[in-house]
């Protein structure tokens, strides 16, 4: 059989990198280290969503509610997956929708950024622009999201603990187990290729 087989994520083709995880666990700052360790452009998901309604998270939260907003996630992370290859964070949510999650599965190689309460409690402080913890205690929410999410992120790739201290240190660890996958994928594909040749 001849033509082009498409190349599987994560064999030496460079695809996309995409960072999923809980809102604090640290997706654009590492994912912007990484984009540059991997002369890669780095992408934000939810700059992107704005840019393409041309209206805030929180104005898009509030004028068209969540349904609305996990649409344009959707069709936005697609797009850009349709791209050249980058270090894309995704918003928290993205992976929870099972169309976005076979898309980056499709696309890209998965991290997930694993986070526990206290940290994500002492990151998402910074910041009061998340929607979803808006409405109520955020401990609560964030306990209920980690409780719903980390079993869908646990779909992910790779697994990489995020952690409460300097970020290269993450993402030391973000790149010493994207290069075991790698390394993993090339083997798996090597045996693959093996088995089928002595098949044939
Ligand atoms: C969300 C996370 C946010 C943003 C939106 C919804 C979520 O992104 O997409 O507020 O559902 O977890 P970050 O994870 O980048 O904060």
């Known amino acids: 059989m001849s033509g082009a087989v498409p190349e599987p994520p994560g064999t030496s083709a460079p695809c996309s990198i995409v960072l999923v995880g809980l809102m604090g666990a640290g997706k654009s700052n590492i994912g912007r280290r990484l984009a540059a360790r991997l002369h890669l452009p780095f992408v934000d998901a939810d700059a992107e969503i704005e840019a393409a309604a041309g209206a805030t998270i929180e104005e898009i939260f509030e004028r068209y509610g969540e349904a609305y907003f ?40 998965s991290i997930w950024l694993r986070a526990d309460l206290e940290l994500l409690l002492s990151r998402v402080a910074r910041r009061d622009n998340r929607p979803l913890l808006k409405d109520g205690d955020r401990r609560t929410i964030l306990a209920a999201l980690i409780e719903r999410r980390h079993p869908i992120y646990a779909e992910a790739d790779i697994i990489v603990d995020s ?34 040749g002595a098949g044939t």
């Open 70 to 109: 996990r649409a344009g996630e959707r069709r936005v992370i697609a797009r850009l997956l349709d791209g050249p290859p980058h270090v894309l964070a995704a918003g928290g949510g993205a992976f929870m929708d099972a169309e976005t999650r076979a898309r980056i599965r499709r696309g890209g190689i």
């Open 163 to 196: 952690i409460d201290g300097p970020p290269e240190l993450t993402l030391a660890h973000v790149l010493a187990a994207l290069k075991a996958f790698r390394a993993g994928e090339a083997t798996t594909e090597a045996g693959d290729l093996a088995r089928r």
